[in-house]
């Protein structure tokens, strides 16, 4: 039964609309499992791959090999939030990685266990948080069989 997620994020959150809604969904989260934050600065040196590989650097300090490691990316595979619930209740432990603005090293991608995506399209980090958190709480809700998702 799935206890723990940590979500590792490169980048911080800039509006005050992220905090509230961000705030909402952890509390409706509680009643299921712990939900974990960790923020990575975004790197500003020289090129992307070198800006890319710092963060790397710093992403790989968070993870735990017990924890599945799941990468949102825009290639990873889709699936609906029925599926999603079932894959994430697999795992009784699971760290996502959300990129910044320069998108996720290949490094970080190849440890991945899973990649997955939410869309083809590209959202910067703070609404891919949102979009996670929401459909974590559906999945908790279609695990519970709570109304929320009909």
Same mark, same amino acid.
């Given at each position: %039964?799935?206890?723990?997620?940590?979500?590792?994020?490169?980048?911080?959150?800039?509006?005050?609309?992220?905090?509230?809604? =961000? #705030?909402?969904?952890?509390?409706?989260? @509680?009643?299921?499992?712990?939900?974990?934050?960790?923020?990575?600065?975004? #790197?500003?040196? @020289?090129?992307?791959?070198?800006?890319?590989?710092?963060?790397? =650097?710093?992403?790989?300090?968070?993870?735990?090999?017990?924890?599945?490691?799941?990468?949102?990316?825009?290639?990873?595979?889709? %699936?609906?939030?029925? =599926?999603?619930?079932?894959?994430?209740? =697999?795992?009784?432990?699971?760290?996502?990685?959300? @990129? @910044? #603005?320069?998108?996720?090293?290949?490094?970080?991608?190849?440890?991945?266990?899973?990649?997955?995506?939410?869309?083809? %399209?590209?959202?910067?980090?703070?609404?891919?948080?949102?979009?996670?958190?929401?459909?974590?709480?559906?999945?908790? #809700?279609?695990?519970?069989?709570?109304?929320?998702?009909?």
């Amino acid at each position: %039964m799935l206890r723990e997620i940590k979500i590792i994020q490169v980048g911080r959150d800039k509006f005050k609309y992220v905090d509230l809604i =961000k #705030s909402d969904y952890l509390r409706r989260l @509680g009643h299921y499992f712990t939900v974990n934050e960790i923020i990575i600065r975004e #790197s500003r040196s @020289g090129d992307k791959i070198t800006r890319l590989r710092e963060e790397a =650097k710093e992403i790989k300090k968070h993870f735990k090999r017990s924890s599945a490691l799941i990468i949102l990316s825009p290639e990873g595979i889709e %699936m609906d939030s029925v =599926k999603f619930s079932k894959f994430i209740y =697999k795992f009784p432990s699971i760290t996502f990685v959300i @990129g @910044g #603005s320069d998108g996720l090293c290949e490094e970080i991608k190849i440890l991945g266990d899973y990649i997955i995506s939410f869309s083809k %399209m590209t959202f910067p980090h703070h609404l891919a948080k949102i979009l996670l958190l929401e459909q974590l709480y559906r999945a908790a #809700s279609i695990k519970h069989n709570r109304k929320y998702h009909k």
